[in-house]
């Protein structure tokens, strides 16, 4: 079965200091990997995703990823927080083959102070 | 319209009411997943169609809950006999061939149960 931690459910940071939310993933298979952004009272918007190919993803608004098997991590990274990057953030993994459902982590509220 | 289309946006029903949610997916999207989103939780998987496959509905709670897909297109979830554990965010999203890799989420039904 697939599974996902998200360490921390609440970041702090202050604006213009490097955003990093780690996300772990349990997979028997390679699996790909989504990092999705919810602003208040809004759906669920894809930021980046590693299927295959370069381990190194970047998404939008200045977000990247890099996939690392041998440490299970898909950690989600920005060099500069900006206020409008205040949101929460969930990683989700997804195997190639069998179950196509995404499996969501618990997410992590980011907030930026000014 | 462009996106996955949820309606209501909100719904506030009486315990022991029965509930439909309706979703709307993008145009040509072969897969099809609701999930749910509780206060301060991340989002649990509940069905999921896949064109004219079975529908993997191994993340639905209980038997009060369940969900059709009509013409492959439109989608319904229909909770019987609400709980006051029912309230929550529910989502859809829908993603497009081949591959389904990218899911798109609609703003999601808020179901309040009283």
């Known amino acids: 079965a697939q599974s996902v931690t998200q360490l921390g459910s609440h970041v702090s940071v202050s604006e213009g200091a490097l955003v990093l939310l780690r996300c772990n993933y349990s997979?028997?298979?390679?699996?790909?990997l989504f990092w999705y952004v919810q602003y208040p009272n809004q759906g669920l918007q894809l930021l980046l995703k590693y299927t295959t190919g370069a381990t190194l993803v970047k998404g939008i608004n200045g977000f990247e990823a890099e996939f690392k098997k041998s440490e299970t991590s898909f950690h989600l990274t920005k060099p500069s927080a900006h206020m409008s990057d205040a949101a929460e953030y969930f990683c989700a993994v997804r195997l190639e083959t069998g179950r196509r459902a995404l499996t969501f982590g618990s997410g992590t509220r980011l907030q930026v102070q000014p | 319209g462009a996106g996955v289309s949820q309606s209501p946006s909100n719904k506030v029903t009486e315990k022991g009411k029965d509930v439909e949610l309706r979703c709307d997916p993008i145009s040509g999207h072969t897969a099809l997943y609701w999930y749910r989103q509780s206060l301060g939780q991340g989002l649990e998987f509940l069905i999921y169609f896949q064109g004219n496959s079975a529908p993997d509905k191994s993340g639905l709670p209980s038997d009060r809950f369940s969900a059709e897909r009509t013409g492959g297109s439109v989608s319904t979830l229909t909770i019987q006999r609400t709980q006051q554990e029912d309230s929550a965010v529910y989502l859809c999203?829908?993603?497009?061939?081949?591959?389904?890799?990218?899911?798109?989420f609609g703003q999601g039904t808020r179901l309040t149960v009283v």
């Open positions: 997979s028997s298979v390679p699996p790909y």
């Open positions: 999203a829908s993603s497009p061939p081949p591959g389904n890799t990218e899911a798109f």
